[in-house]
C-alpha cells in the first residue's frame, strides 16, 4: 500500500527539510526536533485503518512529541489544522505588492516573516536555523519574500518539482492581498504549481485534495 498522492507530494517536499524519516506499516513519520512546522512532525497515514494508530502514538510519544498524524480520508484524532493540496493557477491581482526571490543571506528575515504568518514569531530563530545548512546549496529551492512598500509580508519555500513545475507547501502571508502575488511569482518561476492553501486564503487550487493534521490525543499542539 502507498500513500495517498497529496500525502506523498508533502512528504516528498518535506523530507528534505526533516531530521528523520520513519517507515511504519505503510505510514511515514518524517521527525523534525526543534522546529515547529507540522508537515516535519508528522506521521502520513495511508488510510483510515485505526490498529496501527496506538504504535503511532507511542512511537511519538518516546520522542517527546505530540502524536500528529496527516490524513486525507476522515480527519483523525483533535483537528488541529487543514490544507488543499492541489493545482494552482494564476490569477490577477493588484499589483501593489512585489515579490522578490532573495538569498539565502536572507533566511533569517524569510523565516521570521513565516513564523509570523503562523502566529508563532518565537520560532523564527530555530526555523532558520534549522533550514540553513538544509539549503546550502540546494538548486532545487528558492526563497521568495512578498513587501508592501518595505514591509516584508509573505514569505515561501519554492521546490523544483520531480515532473517539472514546482512545489510551494511551506508559506505564509501577513496580508492575504499578498497570497496572489506570492504564489504567481513562484508558478512562475517553474512554468506551473502544486501548492497547499490553508482554509483561511482566497484562493483556490484546481483537483484539490484536502490534507488534515489531527492528534491523536490530544496533548500539546504546533502551528
Same mark, same amino acid.
Given at each position: 500500500?502507498?500513500?495517498?498522492?497529496?500525502?506523498?507530494?508533502?512528504?516528498?517536499?518535506?523530507?528534505?527539510?526533516?531530521?528523520?524519516?520513519?517507515?511504519?506499516?505503510?505510514?511515514?513519520?518524517?521527525?523534525?526536533?526543534?522546529?515547529?512546522?507540522?508537515?516535519?512532525?508528522?506521521?502520513?497515514?495511508?488510510?483510515?485503518?485505526?490498529?496501527?494508530?496506538?504504535?503511532?502514538?507511542?512511537?511519538?510519544?518516546?520522542?517527546?512529541?505530540?502524536?500528529?498524524?496527516?490524513?486525507?480520508?476522515?480527519?483523525?484524532?483533535?483537528?488541529?489544522? !487543514?490544507?488543499?493540496? %492541489? =493545482?494552482?493557477? @494564476?490569477?490577477? $491581482? &493588484?499589483?501593489? +505588492?512585489?515579490?522578490?526571490?532573495?538569498?539565502?543571506?536572507?533566511?533569517?528575515?524569510?523565516?521570521?516573516?513565516?513564523?509570523?504568518?503562523?502566529?508563532?514569531?518565537?520560532?523564527?530563530?530555530?526555523?532558520?536555523?534549522?533550514?540553513?545548512?538544509?539549503?546550502?546549496?540546494?538548486?532545487?529551492?528558492?526563497?521568495?519574500?512578498?513587501?508592501?512598500?518595505?514591509?516584508?509580508?509573505?514569505?515561501?519555500?519554492?521546490?523544483?518539482?520531480?515532473?517539472?513545475?514546482?512545489? !510551494?507547501?511551506?508559506? %505564509? =502571508?501577513?496580508? @492575504?492581498?499578498? $497570497? &496572489?502575488?506570492? +504564489?504567481?511569482?513562484?508558478?512562475?518561476?517553474?512554468?506551473?504549481?502544486?501548492?497547499?492553501?490553508?482554509?483561511?486564503?482566497?484562493?483556490?487550487?484546481?483537483?484539490?485534495?484536502?490534507?488534515?493534521?489531527?492528534?491523536?490525543?490530544?496533548?500539546?499542539?504546533?502551528?
Amino acid at each position: 500500500m502507498s500513500l495517498p498522492p497529496a500525502l506523498a507530494e508533502l512528504v516528498a517536499s518535506f523530507e528534505p527539510l526533516s531530521t528523520v524519516r520513519r517507515d511504519f506499516r505503510d505510514a511515514v513519520t518524517l521527525h523534525t526536533p526543534g522546529v515547529n512546522v507540522l508537515a516535519l512532525n508528522a506521521t502520513f497515514l495511508p488510510d483510515a485503518n485505526p490498529d496501527r494508530l496506538p504504535l503511532v502514538r507511542a512511537w511519538h510519544h518516546a520522542q517527546e512529541m505530540p502524536a500528529l498524524v496527516a490524513s486525507v480520508e476522515v480527519p483523525t484524532g483533535e483537528e488541529v489544522a !487543514a490544507v488543499r493540496v %492541489g =493545482t494552482y493557477h @494564476p490569477v490577477p $491581482d &493588484a499589483g501593489v +505588492l512585489r515579490v522578490e526571490q532573495v538569498s539565502r543571506l536572507h533566511l533569517p528575515t524569510w523565516a521570521a516573516v513565516l513564523a509570523e504568518a503562523h502566529g508563532t514569531p518565537e520560532w523564527a530563530g530555530p526555523l532558520s536555523r534549522h533550514l540553513a545548512p538544509r539549503l546550502e546549496g540546494d538548486r532545487d529551492t528558492a526563497l521568495l519574500l512578498a513587501y508592501a512598500g518595505s514591509e516584508e509580508v509573505g514569505a515561501l519555500l519554492w521546490r523544483a518539482g520531480p515532473d517539472g513545475g514546482g512545489t !510551494a507547501h511551506l508559506w %505564509g =502571508t501577513l496580508d @492575504p492581498a499578498a $497570497d &496572489a502575488p506570492l +504564489l504567481n511569482t513562484a508558478h512562475a518561476l517553474g512554468g506551473g504549481l502544486r501548492a497547499s492553501l490553508p482554509d483561511s486564503s482566497p484562493l483556490s487550487v484546481h483537483d484539490e485534495t484536502v490534507v488534515t493534521f489531527g492528534l491523536l490525543d490530544g496533548r500539546g499542539g504546533q502551528a
